[in-house]
């Protein structure tokens, strides 16, 4: 059984739909389970809804908009027989309506799932009717009855052994009707049957999953990319694509931010042993990257960019040495407003760290920390994480550049540059 996953900009108006029935198409030799993201920018747009609901200002118009992207779609994919496919969308989107209509108060985390989660329920009914208008036979199966979370909204905990069971289940229930199940990435259900998230551009996370619960021979991940580059085209001019990586060396680039894999997709695989193909969906012949358990591969330096950094500096008032007590105070505050320190170094009287810019965040430890602590920003900074590192990438990084922060490990170099 294979796994695949399709992200927002692999369906993102109706060519690309039609360009995954084609890759899927090729590929009908075996099982497969198909994971599918909500279509281009549609999750931005149902935060937008759901922000906006919280502010308690008009929705319909956001609604609407999400109503006509989708029926666009559908208008084009199925011409003459799009009527149940829109009278679909339209019951599906009626649940976004219920969920505005709820009582007031109801908690933020929680409304956002029940809202956002339509994204992917559109998605992948579209896909899933695409495919059989296509004579594609496929089963849509509700990814809420295969993976089973807490109740920790939007960054909902999987219950594995609950997980395992009820994918087994369900999709071996699936694979005697069609050897194509289709279902959505990021969502999951709670036992009491409500919608949970898994965290942005969870979808990835979700292929792993169920690939390790269903014992998958492999997992690919089809992307707008080549596979994954040595560094991302947007900050470096020659990029090279790496063919083969462990999934140790996976997981380093997505934790130091490579965007092209999500963090949590690895260990699943890692530990059940599946290899993960991350190929492009516009010229799905060529082989991608292969992550896997190998360790024998030749080594490639590469490049992280984290732009629009702030360097926060902190240095206690009363001049003392920085010490345990002082990163539990610190760390407490950044854990407590959910800051993320890129990067961290500390000197004898000093602890700086490299944050993304969020002006909000950054007043708030100011006040948490100010009766006690100096503290200095320093922005318009970039955070640049190498991978395999020499003195040839750091000096050409650092060119022309001041250096506001150096952090070196044997395999990796961050450095913070304005
Ligand atoms: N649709 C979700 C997001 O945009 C999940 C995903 O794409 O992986 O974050
Ligand atoms: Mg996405």
Known sequence: ??????????????ESVKNVHNIISKYTDKPLVVVVSAMGKTTNKFENLV???FLKQPTTEILEDLRTC?????????????KPVLEDIDNTLVEVEWALDDPEGLDRHFQYDQIVSIGEMLSTKIISAYLKHQGLSNEWVDARDLIRTDNNYQDAKIEWDTTKEMTNARISQALKKANVVVTQ???GG???NFTTTLGREGSDFTAAILAHCLGAESVTIWKDVPGVLNADPKFYEDTVLIPEMSYFDAMELAYFGTSVIHPKTIKPLQNSNIPLYVRSFVDHDSPGTVVSNRNDLKIVPSFIVKPDQVLVSITPKDYSFVTETHFTNIYTVLSAIRMKA????NSAVNFSFSTNNDPEKLKELEQRLSDEYHLTFIEGAELVTVRYYDEDTISRITKGKNLLLDHRTPTSAQLVVK
Do not use: P, Y
Not at 4 to 10: E, I, M, P, R, V
Not at 70 to 82: N, Q, S, T, Y
Not at 342 to 345: E, R, V
């Open 1 to 14: 059984m294979r796994v695949f996953k399709f992200g927002g900009a692999s369906v993102r108006d109706a």
């Open 185 to 187: 990435g990021f969502i």
């Open 342 to 345: 890129n990067c961290a170094q």
């Open 70 to 82: 989708h029926g666009d779609i559908v208008k084009e994919l199925f011409g003459d027989a799009a």
């Open 51 to 53: 922000n906006t609901h």
């Open 190 to 192: 709670t036992s009491e």
